[in-house]
T-cell receptor
């Protein structure tokens, strides 16, 4: 298994440009998520999905769109890049299981990350 | 709301123990712990769920006080490989917070020979 893959590894954009960060997993995981990581801020959830066709906003969704047409793929689109979106982006996936109180996700497997610079 | 981790940084010698704390002001459903080495992706350590269920590695231990919304990660007999930044992530109960993990700012752990 390749696990979680992300492309590209590095990207430089100019302000106003759009692009899509690709994320794919081959573990048949229902849950997928996108985080951004900035120095001293930890990881912040952008968007997540609990299955194909189902997406929802996380903590910092503005300026980003997602879709989940298949279980395997979860692309993140930057609509009009801004310098504030300079960050390291991580995609992650997890199997979902039924817990004592409700359905929950488990260990998240993270991709290697995409380092994005917006000039 | 971001959970608060303490300490922000800790330096140990091999073989010493450490405790990393994570505190939230909101009612929690679960607490997740990850370790990240410089330039790498975060790696899973432990999940603690409301109701007492735990999922994680045998060599890592943690606690979750549901009443106080606090969790602690216990690192015993530290090894050089334990060095890295430790993050706790919290998942709140209800109110549209299901499946949303909010991470703290991290605790930098350095283990020296």
């Amino acid at each position: 298994n390749a696990g979680v893959t992300q492309t590209p590894k590095f990207q430089v954009l100019k302000t106003g440009q759009s692009m899509t960060l690709q994320c794919a997993q081959d573990m048949n995981h229902e849950y997928m998520s996108w985080y951004r990581q900035d120095p001293g801020m930890g990881l912040r959830l952008i968007h997540y999905s609990v299955g194909a066709g189902i997406t929802d906003q996380g903590e910092v969704p503005n300026g980003y769109n997602v879709s989940r047409s298949t279980t395997e793929d979860f692309p993140l689109r930057l609509l009009s890049a801004a310098p504030s979106q300079t960050s390291v982006y991580f995609c992650a996936s997890s199997k979902m299981t039924s817990g004592i109180l409700r359905r929950s996700y488990n260990e998240q497997f993270f991709g290697p990350g995409t380092r994005l610079t917006v000039l | 709301q971001q959970p608060v981790q303490s300490p922000q940084a800790v330096i140990l010698r091999e073989g010493e123990d450490a405790v990393i704390n994570c505190s939230s002001s909101k009612a929690l459903y679960s607490v997740h712990w990850y370790r990240q080495k410089h330039g790498e992706a975060p790696v899973f350590l432990m999940i603690l769920l409301k109701g007492g269920e735990q999922k994680g590695h045998e060599k890592i231990s943690a606690s979750f006080n549901e009443k106080k919304q606090q969790s602690s990660l216990y690192l015993t007999a530290s090894q050089l490989s334990y060095s890295g930044t430790y993050f706790c992530g919290t998942e709140r109960t209800g109110g549209g917070s299901n499946y949303k993990l909010t991470f703290g700012k991290g605790t930098l752990l350095t283990v020296n020979p």
